[in-house]
């Protein structure tokens, strides 16, 4: 979410609408990619026989995390990212400025 944020500011995007459009944008592969994973998993929970309490364990570890991560992914991640990236430049922007300041210097005769 944030690099294509990032791209979006780069071509001009306000923050927010850039990282709105950015969430929008990624929201189903990184559904698609955690739902497949914990589908995955799915078999290590319905474990049965020799072994089974640890792949039990091991299985919920997984479906758990990948919840929470999915949660803070397309909740946090944005919300942090309109609070941070309203105090810093694009880089577009800032590649202006050297281009400018580089334009504006006296050229140096060795």
Sequence with gaps: ?????NQLRDEGKAVRDAVIEAS???LRPIVMTV???ILGAVPLVIASGAGAESRIAIGAVIIGGLGLALVLTLFLTPVLYDLL???SR??????RAL?????AAPEIEH
Excluded: D, W
């Excluded at 281009?99 to 334009?103: N, T």
């Design 1 to 5: 979410i944030v690099e294509f944020a």
């Design 24 to 26: 929008i944008l990624r």
């Design 35 to 37: 739902i497949s994973t």
């Design 85 to 87: 990236a309203g105090l």
């Design 90 to 95: 694009p880089r577009s922007a800032v590649e």
């Design 99 to 103: 281009e400018a300041e580089l334009a």
